[in-house]
């Protein structure tokens, strides 16, 4: 079956900090990982890693992708209290069309 | 910027109504979905639709559950005889195109079933 799994499950720092935030996955047929931002309602697209992308950034965000063990990581650098949120990761993979979601990372910045 | 929308942000029913859930897509976009996340767990998938039929679908999208788009820009989601476990947020979303490469989808804000 596969499987995708976000840790820490929650994590709570001061502003300024600097976060990482863990996704593994077990997939056949992989096609792309994706992190999304969950404030009150929507996951709000943030990147899309593939083989031929395995590094993003974007401002204090970035996100990298290693398909060899199977993981990404997406650092926040210099928090804010506005990068307060459930970070979700998911992944596509070939031969089926749905996102297969991690539980998520609860991620609380304190002033 | 564009954005998926959807309509009621929340919804109460009775146990045993019919209830339709209504999400407009991003409009250049060709590929249409429903998730839903029970309070406190996972976004699970439940139905993709291309070309105006099902393409892939979950085992919780069972015969209580139907898809339609009606018109050129609106995708519903509707649950025939709702139970209490139906009771979750339901989001939609879209993406413009599912190639070898990648499947970016973009979700609406979603709307809270309640069922009593």
Redesign the interface.
Known sequence: EDKVVQSPLSLVVHEGDTVTLNCSYEVTNF??L?W?KQEK?????LF?L?S?GIEKKSGRLSSILDKKELFSILNITATQTGDSAIY?C?V?F?G?????????TRLTIIP | EPE?TQTPSHQVTQMGQEVILRCVPISNHL?F?W?RQILG?????LV?F?NNEI??K?EIFDDQFSVERPDGSNFTLKIRSTKLEDSA?Y?CASSYH?D???????????TRLTVL
């Not at chain 1, 089926?96 to 998520?104: D, I, Q, S, V, Y």
């Open positions: 096609r792309s994706l999304y309602k929507a996951p709000t697209f899309m593939t031929s979700l998911a596509d070939f089926n069309e749905k996102l297969t979601f991690g539980t998520g | 998926v590929y979905y998730y767990q996972k976004v699970e998938f993709s291309y393409s892939e979950s947020m989001f599912r070898y490469s990648y499947n970016e989808q973009f979700f609406g804000p979603g």
